[in-house]
């Protein structure tokens, strides 16, 4: 009889699932719901995050730590499990019995203390362990998937966690891009767009209003592009979840979409459903043709254009401030036939978008993490800092003051980390912006925040209302035109009882600098 389970979310991350908080896997739920369907009682079983099993690891009768990450990133919301951290756990851990599952297996890659590897179906071994259920069906899967849905509630980021939600399973390309582990998978389905809307129904009445159809490689060729799958999907969701605040997805196959003539309907089907601010991750990979055909990618640049041509166009009106869906462009280098004129070739290729007048939403650039016998081209690091830093300078800085303009009103945005007097947060969705807000916030406390400047990759904002008789000396600084002096000025003169009280004290050009900040003049009390 097992009495303890101690179940760690070592976060994952692969081309088709993200589980690095704010988001949580469905794979740590089917986990959890496994072990609720073998008779492990609730009570029984310790779940701990990656951040959490640092600090300390119980021991008990079974140790389960689901982890990986097969594509590279870096986080702000927490860090995934190392394959170090997870071998020194299994030794560390006098539990008799420890698996480790997920991506980190399926990639071929071992570490050593534990007793169980599985990289597939983990959560169905785990079930066929503890009652003999005798592997796949997708009755179990569904079963799993609710049980499973209780565990939101005990993330250490609830209610403020987006629940990653996976329609199939598997890259559905006969053949697939020669870098991507999704090619080594031999476990694919297909769940119902009943079966997710019936999970987003036990997520939302434990809580879950944060929601993202993120676990698939392309969520247009969810059924094969059926049209009429994709609505029943999305409408399913929203009446299973009224009052949910996102709806994002992630991977979208860009060749596909333009191939495609229910394209443009399908994203039409999005953007009417949706929440504002969402993404359409294109993994066009490279724009340099000897590097596209010797990896098999695919999509080519020309088709790639028309896709965001075409997002642009269905998905670039605006609701509540935000575009309601944008293209996201990633690029790998270290890939197999790079040379040194891919740099170039793929600046080229986003000029031409940024001087089309395109939107793009996010530009991920990273180096391949090669897996089996994939071969990692040599990367200068120099040259590659140049090139990103020429991305951020001439693309990145442009688009954000497009995308968000000054003025911009963010309703919600989480605080998740202080350095020094700036605190970093960001709204819940897909790829969400990072937002630096002046002064030491309250951590996963929401605020209304304000767009003030942009940065390269990230912007400055305000909490809203900013109320100039309670604004801290940071958030004074933050305001451009307002330095040390003027900054000090305006905390002596306070309390302000309105626009001509402060032109009267301290002139004209501070009140014409700060009438476009100022929102609120309540006095502050003495």
Aim: glycine letters at 10%; charged letters at 25%.
């Amino acid at each position: 009889m097992i009495r303890q389970v101690i179940l760690v979310d070592g976060h994952i991350d692969e081309p088709s699932c993200l589980g690095v908080p704010p988001y949580i896997s469905p794979h740590i739920r089917y986990l959890y719901g496994a072990l609720l369907m073998g008779g492990v009682r609730e009570e029984n079983i310790i779940y701990l995050t990656a951040e959490e099993a640092r600090q300390q690891l119980p021991a008990g009768d079974w140790l389960i730590v689901l982890g990986g990450t097969t594509v590279p990133g870096k986080y702000l919301g927490g860090q995934p499990l190392s394959r170090k951290e997870m071998q020194k756990m299994a030794n560390n851990n006098p539990t008799p019995e420890k698996w480790l599952l997920g991506p980190i297996v399926e990639a071929g890659i071992r570490p050593g203390g534990f007793n169980h590897y599985v990289g597939e179906g983990v959560a169905h071994q785990v079930l066929d362990k503890l009652q003999g259920t005798g592997g796949f069906s997708r009755d179990l899967l569904q079963g799993m998937a609710l049980r499973g849905a209780s565990l939101i509630p005990r993330h250490p980021r609830f209610p403020y966690v987006v629940a990653e939600l996976e329609t199939y399973r598997g890259c559905r390309r006969p053949s697939q891009c020669f870098f991507c582990s999704d090619r080594w998978r031999k476990l694919r389905y297909i769940r119902q767009a009943e079966e997710v809307a019936a999970e987003v129904e036990e997520l939302y009445r434990q809580g879950g209003r944060y929601f993202r159809l993120g676990s698939q490689p392309d969520l247009l060729n969810y059924d094969d592009g059926q049209p009429n799958t994709l609505e029943r999907l999305y409408k399913g969701i929203r009446a299973a979840a009224p009052d949910l605040k996102v709806l994002h997805l992630d991977n979208v196959e860009p060749g596909r979409l333009i191939r495609s003539p229910e394209g443009p309907h399908l994203l039409k089907i999005i953007v009417q459903h949706n929440t504002p601010g969402d993404i359409a991750s294109f993994g066009l990979e490279s724009a340099d043709p000897q590097v596209i055909e010797a990896n098999n990618i695919a999509v080519s640049p020309a088709e790639c254009k028309k896709a965001v041509e075409l997002v642009n166009e269905i998905g670039g009106v605006r609701k509540n401030g935000l575009p309601a869906l944008l293209p996201g462009l990633n690029f790998l280098h270290g890939l197999q036939g790079e040379r040194r004129e891919t740099v170039e070739i793929n600046l080229d290729f986003l000029r031409k978008l940024v001087q089309k007048g395109l939107l793009l939403r996010r530009i991920n650039i990273r180096q391949v993490i090669p897996h089996g016998n994939y071969r990692k081209q040599p990367v200068a690091r120099g040259a590659f800092d140049q090139y990103k830093e020429q991305v951020n300078r001439e693309i990145n800085r442009p688009l954000l003051q497009k995308v968000f303009p000054r003025g911009l009103i963010f309703q919600e945005v989480i605080p998740e980390k202080i350095q020094g007097n700036l605190t970093f947060g960001r709204p819940l969705g897909t790829y969400p912006v990072r937002i630096g807000l002046p002064g030491k916030k309250e951590l996963f406390r929401p605020l209304q925040v304000k767009i003030i400047e942009h940065g390269y990759r990230s912007l400055t904002g305000l909490q809203y209302p900013f109320n100039l008789n309670r604004a801290s000396h940071e958030e004074l600084l933050a305001l451009p035109g307002i330095g040390q002096k003027r900054a000090a000025e305006l905390i002596l003169q306070r309390p302000f009882r309105g626009p001509e009280d402060l032109k009267n004290r301290l002139g004209n050009e501070v009140a014409e600098i700060m009438e476009e900040y100022i929102d609120c003049y309540q006095e502050v009390r003495k």
